[in-house]
Nanobody, 123 residues
Framework: QVQLVESGGGLVQPGGSLRLSCAAS????????IGWFRQAPGKEREGVLC????????YYAESVKGRFTISRDKSKNTIDLQMNSLKPEDSAVYYC????????????????WGQGTQVTVSS
């Protein structure tokens, strides 16, 4: 059974940093693209960025360029999302999701989803 579990969310002040992690069981992430998505209250779930199985990175949200990075830890079978210079508008529940090989913009192309982790940016 495939399971994705996000961790690392929390409350942080504007300008601060958080590192989210997506841990997988039941599959080896080496062969999958992993996308990070977020959903704020009253808004649709939106893509943030994605890393393909070949480690090509796609930014879905222009607003996070230069602030967020994604990396793969093959030894731990995890994907990390490093978020720097956080802004209040980054507050949302963050989800990781996976699909074979390549990143896709359409979230419905992603097969497995985690349960999400809350990120709140506030002073």
């Amino acid at each position: 059974q495939v399971q994705l579990v996000e961790s690392g969310g929390g409350l942080v002040q504007p300008g601060g940093s958080l590192r989210l992690s997506c841990a997988a069981s039941g599959l080896t992430l080496d062969y999958y693209a992993i996308g990070w998505f977020r959903q704020a209250p009253g808004k649709e779930r939106e893509g943030v960025l994605c890393i393909s199985s070949r480690d090509a990175i796609t930014y879905y949200a222009e607003s996070v360029k230069g602030r967020f990075t994604i990396s793969r830890d093959k030894s731990k079978n995890t994907i990390d999302l490093q978020m720097n210079s956080l802004k209040p508008e980054d507050s949302a529940v963050y989800y990781c999701a996976t699909r074979p090989t390549f990143c896709r913009l359409d979230k419905t192309d992603f097969i497995y989803w985690g349960q999400g982790t809350q990120v709140t940016v506030s002073s």
